[in-house]
């Protein structure tokens, strides 16, 4: 069965916040970075991160299969490097995360990675790595809330499709906060999904059912 292109990317970006934009060790003379990527860029990190992590992913194809544990690991070990998940879960939260304690938004934050990752972590050892990317530019947002990585995926027989990073530095390092794929806002969806069901119920009741299995984030159709 082929990944569902707009599912696998959000689940490759949980998984190392920037993986969507790897290529294979093979094909990697084949990225095109922005004019303007400098050593410690935005840019250069996503490009540097997802070619070791892709890497990774291949050499250690066969134990993550055998082993889920180990693959479970290795994504939270690498999205933890590179995903803002607190930041962002505050953005899904919206105005339900006023007044919230940072000890509920973590829980909330990472009983949604955890949901997400349980669905989608084995389409990793499915997804066709065969693909050229692009770095299309590297933009900075409005009101200094950080920077924009546009890129797209190149594959055969198919359209392009554009995948975009929003960043934000945290300390001495940039973190990704918000992923969109063919336009559509990680952030944006799951704030869309959870809305209702934070209307009737608490961060911590909505938290226990991510964590039992009860609600189940998707990452798209």
């Known amino acids: 069965m082929t990944p569902n292109f707009r599912a696998v990317p959000l689940a490759l970006a949980l998984a190392a916040a920037t993986l969507a934009l790897a290529v294979p060790a093979h094909a990697q003379q084949t990225v095109r970075t922005p004019p303007a990527m ?105 009101q200094g809330r950080g920077v924009r990585v546009s890129s797209e995926f190149l594959r055969q027989g198919g359209q392009p499709i554009p995948v975009e990073y929003l960043m934000r530095k945290t300390g001495a390092s940039w973190k990704v906060f918000d992923v969109m794929v063919e336009g559509v806002s990680y952030v944006q969806t799951f704030r869309n999904q959870f809305d209702a069901e934070l209307q009737r119920k608490t961060i911590k009741q909505v938290t226990a059912e991510l964590r039992n299995g009860q609600l189940k984030a998707s990452a798209g159709q």
Do not use: C, W
């Not at 066969?62 to 479970?72: D, G, I, M, Q, V």
């Open 38 to 142: 400098t050593e410690g860029s935005p840019s250069q990190l996503v490009l540097n991160n997802s070619q070791r992590v892709l890497s990774t992913l291949e050499k250690r194809r066969p134990e993550f299969k055998k082993n889920r544990t180990a693959l479970r690991e290795f994504i939270n070990s690498e999205f933890n490097a590179m995903f803002d998940r607190d930041y962002a879960a505050r953005l899904v939260l919206g105005r339900h995360a006023r007044g919230a304690s940072e000890a509920d938004i973590k829980l909330f934050a990472d009983a949604l990675a955890e949901n997400l990752m349980q669905r989608y972590g084995s389409s990793l050892l499915d997804f066709n790595t065969q693909l050229r990317v692009r770095v299309k530019s590297e933009t900075a947002l409005s």
